[in-house]
C-alpha cells in the first residue's frame, strides 16, 4: 500500500523542536544506509506543536546492526529486542519495524511490580562512560536475530518478528501514533489515514476496535487519554468499542494500570478525562468499589471534594509542578477513604489510627484486581491522611520540629492546604506558620536524575 506522504514544506515539524539526541540517532542510522525515523507519540505531538515527552525511533537496521552504529548502545528484552541509546541525560529507544502479530495480546514482557520501580539505576548515573554499562549489562537470549526461542522450553515461538514499515504502523494503537517522521527528506509518512484524523482531531483504532481492545484492553483508557490531553474526539466506531469491550479491563496488568492512572493525573486533563471515564462505562471496571461508592453513597460536597482534586492535579500540570504519585493517588481517593474511616471509627472498636490504616488497605484490597497500588505508596497515603490533625498543634517546639522532619511534611502540608481550599474552611494563621516552619524542613529528597525512560527501568522494558 503507498503511504500518504507530506513533504517538509507542508508540515510544521521542525528539527529545532527535536531533541539533539534522537537527530544524533537518526542521522547516524541514515549515514549508515538504514531507514531511520521518528514514530509514535513524538510525531503526534510535533505535529500538534506539542513538545513530546520522549523521542522514539524505528528502523529497518535490526538491533545488533543498531547496537554496531553506536558506542553507547546495549540491548533489552526478550521477546523483542529494542536497542536503547544512552545519552547522559535521555534514552533514546530505537527498535526495527515489527511485523504484524494481530492475533498476540500486547502482554507485558516483565509483568513489573511498581514496588519495584524506585530509581535503583545509580549506575546510570555514574556511568560517565557508556561503555561501561554495555560491558555490565548480559546479552540477552536468543541468539539469532529473527527467532525467538522460550528460554524455559526451547519452543521456538516466532521466526520472524521484524517487518515493514507498513506493518508497524498498522501494528499502533491509533491512527494519529502511526505517523513516522523520516530524517532523509523530512517528510511524514503516513500509512492509517492519521494525517486526516490529525487534522479532524479524531482518535479512531488502527483495525477494528473490538479486536484491538480485546489484544490490550489498556488502548481503551489510552484513547481516553489521548482525547482528553489533545482534546480530541474519540471517533464512533472506536468510542462504541470502548463501551462494548470494557469489561476486558479486567485483563490489563495490574501494575500497569498503576502506572497508567499515573499518566493521567499527571496529564492535565484529569477532570476532562474523569468525565469521559463516567461516559464510557470505564470508570466502573477501572475502580470497582469507588465507582459503587462515587455512585450510591458520595455526598454532594464529598463529589464536589473530588473534582476540586481533579482541578488541582491539572492546575500543577499548567504549573509545571509535579505532585508525588503517593499525593496523586491520596487526591483521587481521599473522599472514598476518609468515608470507609469515619465508619470504622464510628464502629466503636477501632482507635483512629487503626481506623484509618484499616480504611486504607481496605481500599487498596478492592482495588487490587485492577490497580496494584504499591504497600508503600498505601502507606503514605495512610501518613498524608492520618497525620493532617497535628497541623492543628502547635503547642511545642519539638512537636513542631519531629512533625517537619517526617519524610511525608511537605506532601502533607499540601494536602492541608488544599483541604483549606476545598472545604472551604481557610485556616489563614495555620498556614501561614507552618509554610514558615517549612523553610526549615529538610530539602525534598531528590528523586533520581535517571535518564527519561516513562518512568521504567530500562532493563525491563514493556513490550508493546
Ligand atoms: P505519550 O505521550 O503518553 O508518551 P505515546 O503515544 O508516545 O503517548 P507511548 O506509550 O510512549 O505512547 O507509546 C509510543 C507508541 O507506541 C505509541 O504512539 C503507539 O504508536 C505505540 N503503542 C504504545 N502502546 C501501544 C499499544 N498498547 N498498542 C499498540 N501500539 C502501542
Ligand atoms: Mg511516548
Known amino acids: 500500500?503507498?503511504?500518504?506522504?507530506?513533504?517538509?514544506?507542508?508540515?510544521?515539524?521542525?528539527?529545532?523542536?527535536?531533541?539533539?539526541?534522537?537527530?544524533?540517532?537518526?542521522?547516524?542510522?541514515?549515514?549508515?544506509?538504514?531507514?531511520?525515523?521518528?514514530?509514535?507519540?513524538?510525531?503526534?505531538?510535533?505535529?500538534?506543536?506539542?513538545?513530546?515527552?520522549?523521542?522514539?525511533?524505528?528502523?529497518?537496521?535490526?538491533?545488533?546492526?543498531?547496537?554496531?552504529?553506536?558506542?553507547?548502545?546495549?540491548?533489552?528484552?526478550?521477546?523483542f529486542r529494542l536497542a536503547h541509546v544512552m545519552f547522559r541525560d535521555e534514552i533514546i529507544e530505537v527498535a526495527t519495524f515489527r511485523a504484524l502479530v494481530s492475533s498476540e495480546p500486547e502482554e507485558?514482557?516483565?509483568?513489573?511490580?511498581?514496588?519495584?520501580?524506585?530509581?535503583?539505576?545509580?549506575?546510570?548515573?555514574?556511568?560517565?562512560?557508556?561503555?561501561?554499562?554495555?560491558?555490565?549489562?548480559?546479552?540477552?537470549?536468543?541468539?539469532?536475530?529473527?527467532?525467538?526461542?522460550?528460554?524455559?522450553?526451547?519452543?521456538?515461538?516466532?521466526?520472524?518478528e521484524y517487518g515493514t514499515p507498513e506493518e508497524d504502523a498498522f501494528r499502533r494503537d491509533f491512527t494519529i501514533n502511526s505517523l513516522f517522521y523520516d530524517i532523509e527528506d523530512f517528510s511524514i509518512i503516513d500509512y492509517s489515514g492519521g494525517l486526516s484524523d490529525l487534522k479532524a482531531r479524531i482518535v479512531r483504532c488502527i483495525g477494528d476496535p473490538e479486536q484491538r481492545y480485546q489484544e490490550d484492553p489498556v488502548r481503551m483508557?489510552?484513547?481516553?487519554?489521548?482525547?482528553?490531553?489533545?482534546?480530541?474526539?474519540?471517533?464512533?466506531?472506536?468510542?462504541?468499542?470502548?463501551?462494548?469491550q470494557c469489561g476486558q479491563m479486567a485483563h490489563a496488568s495490574h501494575a500497569r494500570m498503576y502506572e497508567e492512572i499515573l499518566k493521567f493525573m499527571y496529564s492535565g486533563a484529569m477532570e476532562k478525562a474523569f468525565s469521559l471515564w463516567m461516559e464510557t462505562g470505564l470508570f466502573d471496571v477501572m475502580f470497582p468499589g469507588f465507582s459503587d461508592w462515587y455512585r450510591e453513597q458520595a455526598t454532594d460536597s464529598e463529589k464536589q471534594w473530588l473534582t476540586k482534586a481533579l482541578?488541582?492535579?491539572?492546575?500543577?500540570?499548567?504549573?509545571?509542578?509535579?505532585?508525588?504519585?503517593?499525593?496523586?493517588?491520596?487526591?483521587?481517593?481521599?473522599?472514598?477513604?476518609?468515608?470507609?474511616w469515619r465508619e470504622k471509627e464510628a464502629a466503636g472498636d477501632l482507635s483512629p489510627r487503626d481506623a484509618c490504616m484499616e480504611a486504607v488497605f481496605e481500599v487498596q484490597k478492592c482495588l487490587v484486581d485492577r490497580?496494584?497500588?504499591?504497600?508503600?505508596?498505601?502507606?503514605?497515603?495512610?501518613?498524608?491522611?492520618?497525620?493532617?490533625?497535628?497541623?492543628?498543634?502547635?503547642?511545642?517546639?519539638?512537636?513542631?520540629?519531629?512533625?517537619?522532619?517526617?519524610?511525608?511534611?511537605?506532601?502533607?502540608?499540601?494536602?492541608?492546604?488544599?483541604?483549606?481550599?476545598?472545604l472551604e474552611k481557610p485556616q489563614p494563621d495555620l498556614i501561614a506558620a507552618w509554610s514558615q516552619d517549612l523553610k526549615k524542613a529538610p530539602p525534598p529528597r531528590e528523586r533520581s536524575g535517571r535518564p527519561h525512560t516513562h518512568g521504567r527501568r530500562p532493563r525491563r522494558r514493556r513490550r508493546r
Open 221 to 244: 483508557i489510552r484513547a481516553v487519554r489521548f482525547a482528553s490531553t489533545l482534546d480530541l474526539d474519540i471517533e464512533r466506531e472506536t468510542y462504541a468499542g470502548i463501551q462494548s
Open 371 to 422: 490497580i496494584l497500588i504499591p504497600k508503600r505508596i498505601a502507606f503514605r497515603m495512610f501518613d498524608l491522611l492520618f497525620h493532617q490533625k497535628r497541623f492543628e498543634d502547635r503547642r511545642s517546639a519539638q512537636r513542631i520540629s519531629r512533625f517537619l522532619h517526617r519524610p511525608f511534611f511537605r506532601d502533607a502540608l499540601v494536602l492541608f492546604k488544599f483541604d483549606a481550599l476545598a
Open 311 to 340: 482541578q488541582q492535579l491539572d492546575k500543577w500540570k499548567t504549573h509545571k509542578v509535579k505532585a508525588s504519585q503517593e499525593l496523586a493517588y491520596t487526591l483521587l481517593l481521599a473522599p472514598w477513604i476518609r468515608s470507609v
Open 108 to 160: 507485558d514482557e516483565v509483568e513489573e511490580d511498581p514496588e519495584d520501580q524506585e530509581p535503583g539505576l545509580e549506575e546510570m548515573e555514574t556511568a560517565a562512560e557508556h561503555e561501561e554499562l554495555d560491558e555490565a549489562e548480559p546479552e540477552p537470549a536468543p541468539a539469532t536475530e529473527d527467532v525467538v526461542v522460550n528460554e524455559e522450553t526451547g519452543v521456538v515461538l516466532r521466526d520472524n
Open 1 to 79: 500500500m503507498e503511504p500518504t506522504i507530506l513533504q517538509r514544506s507542508d508540515h510544521v515539524v521542525s528539527r529545532k523542536n527535536i531533541s539533539r539526541n534522537a537527530l544524533t540517532v537518526l542521522y547516524r542510522l541514515n549515514e549508515k544506509g538504514y531507514k531511520a525515523y521518528l514514530a509514535g507519540g513524538c510525531v503526534r505531538d510535533l505535529m500538534l506543536g506539542f513538545s513530546p515527552k520522549d523521542f522514539d525511533v524505528v528502523t529497518d537496521a535490526t538491533p545488533q546492526e543498531v547496537k554496531r552504529c553506536f558506542r553507547n548502545c546495549r540491548l533489552i528484552g526478550r521477546r
